[in-house]
């Protein structure tokens, strides 16, 4: 079966920061991977997206990156974080279908 | 472009008693459609999907949830509410040939003991 997994599962970074979120999914080959923010009291907004290795879609401009080094591996950066950062970042893959089935997320504070 | 509109954003109900949850869809063809739900500091998970092979879709906890074209409705309902039910519950769907899920605002389930 397939599993999908974030680390780290909490962050706490100061203002300034750089940053890495690492997303990777078990059990698949070639997944459609996303990355989600969702900022406290507001819904997920859809920040990139990932159709290959080294292929990303930017769906909002801001301060943060992905890459996809690898098939099932999918990184969030940012050089400096800023204070709006902060938020739950969750990770997805397509199952088929259009379903996307989530990671556990990464609760980043910015201070 | 396809929408989701959640119409209560705060649910309460008393345990044992029936869960109805809220979701109207915005469409210029049939979608699919996704409930999913969220656990304070949890990813988000599956409950159901509805992708044209029957109205009324069975999902995961007992919940499940009727495609009614004609009210360009979704609503997620379960007979009997438990505590472990207290969550957000999200009504998704997908874009028109791509992936991209279009969120609806979340609806908090409370449950009164």
């Known amino acids: 079966s397939q599993t999908i997994h974030q680390w780290p599962a909490t962050l706490v970074q100061p203002v300034g920061s750089p940053l890495s979120l690492e997303c990777t999914v078990e059990?698949?080959?070639?997944?459609?991977l996303y990355w989600y923010r969702q900022a406290a009291g507001r819904g997920l907004q859809l920040l990139f997206y990932s159709v290959g290795i080294g292929q990303i879609s930017s769906e909002v401009p801001q301060n943060l990156s992905a890459s996809r080094p690898q098939d099932r591996q999918f990184i969030l950066s940012s050089k400096k974080l800023l204070l709006s950062d902060s938020g739950f970042y969750l990770c997805?893959?397509?199952?088929?279908?259009?379903?996307?089935?989530f990671g556990p997320g990464t609760r980043l504070t910015v201070l | 472009a396809q929408s989701v509109t959640q119409l209560d954003s705060h649910v309460s109900v008393s345990e044992g008693t029936p869960v109805l949850l809220r979701c109207n869809y915005s469409s210029s063809y049939s979608p699919s459609l996704f409930w999913y739900v969220q656990h304070p500091n949890k990813g988000l998970q599956l409950l159901l999907k509805y992708t044209s092979a029957a109205t009324l879709v069975k999902g995961i906890n007992g919940f499940e949830a009727e495609f009614k074209k004609s009210e360009t409705s979704f609503h997620l309902t379960k007979p009997s509410a438990h505590m472990s039910d207290a969550a957000e519950y999200f009504c998704v769907v997908p874009g028109f040939g791509n992936e991209k899920l279009t969120f609806g605002t979340g609806t908090r389930l409370t449950i009164i003991p």
């Open positions: 997805a893959w397509n199952g088929g279908g259009n379903t996307q089935y």
């Open positions: 059990g698949t080959s070639n997944p459609n």
